[in-house]
C-alpha cells in the first residue's frame, strides 16, 4: 500500500528543518530578490507599537495555508489554502479570470529548492525556504536547465523569505540569508510575529561533525523592509509566546551517558523581544512514577508547552490525569483541567496537547508495560479549566485499534480536523521495471462543530480540493 500523507501543516516540498540558529552580522540582506511587485499590506512599522507576540504557523482567520505540486507542470509549486468559509481548497491567486494552470497565476512558484516553511499573520503569508541548493532531480538535462532559470531569475539560491497578501498578491522576497547558500550550511526557520517584526533563529554548521560548533542567534525581521537585526544569540528553539517574551526551556538531566537518562527539572527562560534580554521563569522539578523493568516509567509530572496558538505553559500530571495552566513567570497555576487518564504501575501514559482557540485537544496514548499495542484517545478541555470530555470520533479502525481525528485549528465553533483515509487502487513500477497493483491513500480533510465533536457525531464539513493540486 502507497500512502500519500499530505499533512496541510507547512510545506509539501522539503526535507524537515533540523533546528534553528545564528548568522553572523552580515548572515542576512534585506528585501531583495524575487520581483518588484508593490509592497505587502503591512503596516508602516517604524515607531509603530509592536503589540503582543504572535505564535507563527500555517493558521490564520480561518484558512491554512499550504504549498502542493502543480498537476499541470511538477516543476512548479502551487500555494493554496484551506478556507473554513468556503469549506474548498483555494489557490493563492488575485487575478481576474485566471484558470490557476500555468506560470503567469500568482499562485504558482518555480520549484528551485524545497519551501521548509508556510506560516500567516494578520493577513500576510510568508514562505521560509529553510536552505539554498537546487533540488536534484537525478536528470542532468532538468538540473542544468534549472540552474539556468535560477540564475537567469534569482541569482545564487540562498535561504530566503517571500510574503504575499492572503489572496496571493504583492509577492515579493522579504529577506535573505546569503551565508545559508546551500543545505549543508545551516536551517532557518520562523516561531513568531508581532505588528513589526518577525522573529526567526539561523544555525549556521561550521564543523558538520560536530554540532556542537555550530553558531545560532535569534533575529527580528522587519516586516516591511527586511531589515535584520540580531536580537540573541545561542537561541535554539522556542517554545511558546506571551506578551512581548519568547521562552524556551532549560533541562536539567540526571542520567546523563547512561540508557536510563530522564529530565529532572526544567528552568524556564524569557527573551525580552524589545531587549533581547534575559530572564527566569518557572522552574520546576519534575517527578515519575514507577518504572518497568526496560526502563519505561509509567507517567510523570512535568513542564510542556501546547502546540498549535503556543501561548501557554503547562503542567501535566500524567499520575493523576491533571493539566494545569501556569503563568511563566510566577508559577501561579490559572487552570486546571481534570478527568484525562491516567498512569498506573504497569502502564504508560503520555499526552500531547494542543492549543486551539478555545480549547487543549489532548491527545492521550496508553500503552501497558511489554506491550507494542497502545490505545489513542482524543480528549477536548476547556482552556479556561474543567473537566475533559473524550471526542469519540476516528479517523481509522482496524481490528488492531482505532486512530481517533486529529484536531488542527478552531474558527467560529468548528473545528478543521484529519477526518478519514481514502484509499484507491493505483500501480506502480517495481524495481525490475515489472508494474504491481497497489493502493492509494489520500487524506480527508474536514470542519467539525465543536458540539457534533463532544457529543460523538460525525456532522462533517468536507473540503472540496482543488483539481489542479497534486497531492
Same mark, same amino acid.
Given at each position: 500500500m502507497n500512502k500519500r500523507i499530505v499533512w496541510p501543516v507547512a510545506a509539501l516540498l522539503a526535507a524537515a528543518l533540523a533546528g534553528c540558529g545564528a548568522a553572523g552580522a552580515n548572515g542576512a540582506a534585506a528585501g531583495t530578490g524575487e520581483t518588484a511587485a508593490a509592497p505587502t499590506a503591512a503596516p508602516e512599522t517604524a515607531g509603530a507599537p509592536a503589540g503582543s507576540l504572535r505564535w507563527l504557523d500555517e493558521y490564520d482567520a480561518g484558512r491554512c495555508y499550504m504549498v502542493g505540486w502543480s498537476e499541470q507542470d511538477n516543476a512548479y509549486a502551487v500555494a493554496a489554502a484551506y478556507d473554513y468559509a468556503a469549506a474548498a481548497v483555494q489557490p493563492l491567486c488575485s487575478l481576474p479570470g485566471c484558470a490557476h494552470d500555468s506560470p503567469g497565476c500568482e499562485a504558482w512558484r518555480r520549484i528551485t529548492m524545497g519551501v521548509g516553511q508556510v506560516a500567516a499573520d494578520g493577513g500576510e503569508v510568508f514562505f521560509c525556504y529553510s536552505s539554498g541548493g537546487l533540488l536534484n532531480s537525478g536528470d542532468a538535462a532538468a538540473d542544468a536547465e534549472l540552474a539556468a532559470w535560477q540564475a537567469e531569475h534569482e541569482g545564487a539560491p540562498v535561504a530566503h523569505i517571500d510574503v504575499c497578501r492572503a489572496d496571493g498578491s504583492g509577492r515579493r522576497r522579504l529577506v535573505e540569508f546569503p551565508a545559508l547558500e546551500d543545505s549543508e550550511a545551516g536551517t532557518l526557520q520562523m516561531w513568531a510575529a508581532d505588528d513589526r517584526s518577525l522573529y526567526v533563529t539561523v544555525r549556521l554548521t561550521n564543523d558538520p561533525a560536530d554540532s556542537g560548533d555550530d553558531t545560532r542567534a535569534l533575529y527580528a525581521v522587519d516586516r516591511r523592509s527586511g531589515a535584520c537585526t540580531e536580537l540573541a544569540p545561542n537561541v535554539d528553539t522556542p517554545v511558546f509566546v506571551s506578551g512581548r517574551g519568547l521562552y524556551l526551556f532549560e533541562y536539567e538531566l540526571e542520567g546523563e551517558g547512561t540508557a536510563d537518562v530522564r529530565d529532572k527539572g526544567v528552568q524556564v527562560r524569557r527573551l525580552d523581544a524589545d531587549t533581547g534580554a534575559w530572564s527566569d521563569g518557572v522552574h520546576h522539578e519534575n517527578s515519575w512514577g514507577p518504572a518497568s523493568p526496560q526502563g519505561l516509567s509509567?507517567?510523570?509530572?512535568?513542564?510542556?508547552?501546547?502546540?498549535?496558538?503556543?501561548?501557554?505553559?503547562?503542567?501535566?500530571?500524567?499520575?493523576?490525569?491533571?493539566?494545569?495552566?501556569? @503563568?511563566? @513567570?510566577?508559577?501561579?497555576?490559572?487552570?486546571?483541567?481534570?478527568?484525562?487518564?491516567?498512569?498506573?504501575?504497569?502502564?504508560?501514559?503520555?499526552?500531547?496537547?494542543? +492549543?486551539? /482557540?478555545?480549547?487543549?485537544?489532548?491527545?492521550?496514548? /496508553?500503552?501497558?508495560?511489554?506491550?507494542? +499495542?497502545?490505545?489513542?484517545?482524543?480528549?477536548?478541555?476547556?482552556?479556561?479549566?474543567?473537566?475533559?470530555? /473524550?471526542?469519540?470520533?476516528?479517523?481509522?479502525?482496524?481490528?488492531?485499534?482505532?486512530?481517533?481525528?486529529?484536531?488542527?485549528?478552531?474558527?467560529?465553533?468548528?473545528?478543521?480536523?484529519?477526518?478519514?483515509?481514502?484509499?484507491?487502487?493505483?500501480?506502480?513500477?517495481?524495481?525490475?521495471?515489472?508494474?504491481?497493483?497497489?493502493? @492509494?491513500? +489520500?487524506?480527508?480533510?474536514?470542519?467539525?462543530?465543536?458540539?457534533?465533536?463532544?457529543?460523538?457525531?460525525?456532522?462533517?464539513?468536507?473540503?472540496?480540493?482543488?483539481?489542479?493540486?497534486?497531492?
Amino acid at each position: 500500500m502507497n500512502k500519500r500523507i499530505v499533512w496541510p501543516v507547512a510545506a509539501l516540498l522539503a526535507a524537515a528543518l533540523a533546528g534553528c540558529g545564528a548568522a553572523g552580522a552580515n548572515g542576512a540582506a534585506a528585501g531583495t530578490g524575487e520581483t518588484a511587485a508593490a509592497p505587502t499590506a503591512a503596516p508602516e512599522t517604524a515607531g509603530a507599537p509592536a503589540g503582543s507576540l504572535r505564535w507563527l504557523d500555517e493558521y490564520d482567520a480561518g484558512r491554512c495555508y499550504m504549498v502542493g505540486w502543480s498537476e499541470q507542470d511538477n516543476a512548479y509549486a502551487v500555494a493554496a489554502a484551506y478556507d473554513y468559509a468556503a469549506a474548498a481548497v483555494q489557490p493563492l491567486c488575485s487575478l481576474p479570470g485566471c484558470a490557476h494552470d500555468s506560470p503567469g497565476c500568482e499562485a504558482w512558484r518555480r520549484i528551485t529548492m524545497g519551501v521548509g516553511q508556510v506560516a500567516a499573520d494578520g493577513g500576510e503569508v510568508f514562505f521560509c525556504y529553510s536552505s539554498g541548493g537546487l533540488l536534484n532531480s537525478g536528470d542532468a538535462a532538468a538540473d542544468a536547465e534549472l540552474a539556468a532559470w535560477q540564475a537567469e531569475h534569482e541569482g545564487a539560491p540562498v535561504a530566503h523569505i517571500d510574503v504575499c497578501r492572503a489572496d496571493g498578491s504583492g509577492r515579493r522576497r522579504l529577506v535573505e540569508f546569503p551565508a545559508l547558500e546551500d543545505s549543508e550550511a545551516g536551517t532557518l526557520q520562523m516561531w513568531a510575529a508581532d505588528d513589526r517584526s518577525l522573529y526567526v533563529t539561523v544555525r549556521l554548521t561550521n564543523d558538520p561533525a560536530d554540532s556542537g560548533d555550530d553558531t545560532r542567534a535569534l533575529y527580528a525581521v522587519d516586516r516591511r523592509s527586511g531589515a535584520c537585526t540580531e536580537l540573541a544569540p545561542n537561541v535554539d528553539t522556542p517554545v511558546f509566546v506571551s506578551g512581548r517574551g519568547l521562552y524556551l526551556f532549560e533541562y536539567e538531566l540526571e542520567g546523563e551517558g547512561t540508557a536510563d537518562v530522564r529530565d529532572k527539572g526544567v528552568q524556564v527562560r524569557r527573551l525580552d523581544a524589545d531587549t533581547g534580554a534575559w530572564s527566569d521563569g518557572v522552574h520546576h522539578e519534575n517527578s515519575w512514577g514507577p518504572a518497568s523493568p526496560q526502563g519505561l516509567s509509567s507517567g510523570g509530572c512535568y513542564l510542556t508547552a501546547a502546540g498549535g496558538g503556543a501561548r501557554s505553559l503547562l503542567r501535566a500530571d500524567t499520575m493523576n490525569g491533571t493539566l494545569e495552566v501556569l @503563568d511563566p @513567570d510566577s508559577g501561579e497555576t490559572l487552570a486546571t483541567v481534570t478527568g484525562l487518564p491516567a498512569a498506573a504501575e504497569g502502564t504508560h501514559v503520555d499526552w500531547q496537547c494542543r +492549543e486551539l /482557540e478555545n480549547w487543549y485537544a489532548v491527545q492521550s496514548f /496508553e500503552l501497558p508495560w511489554g506491550s507494542s +499495542e497502545g490505545v489513542e484517545r482524543l480528549f477536548l478541555a476547556p482552556r479556561t479549566g474543567g473537566a475533559a470530555q /473524550e471526542v469519540k470520533l476516528y479517523q481509522y479502525v482496524s481490528a488492531r485499534g482505532a486512530d481517533p481525528i486529529y484536531l488542527y485549528d478552531e474558527w467560529n465553533g468548528r473545528l478543521f480536523c484529519h477526518a478519514a483515509y481514502r484509499e484507491t487502487p493505483a500501480t506502480m513500477l517495481g524495481k525490475d521495471g515489472v508494474p504491481y497493483a497497489t493502493s @492509494d491513500i +489520500e487524506d480527508i480533510y474536514a470542519l467539525l462543530p465543536v458540539e457534533s465533536a463532544l457529543a460523538g457525531a460525525d456532522d462533517y464539513t468536507y473540503f472540496t480540493n482543488w483539481p489542479g493540486l497534486a497531492r
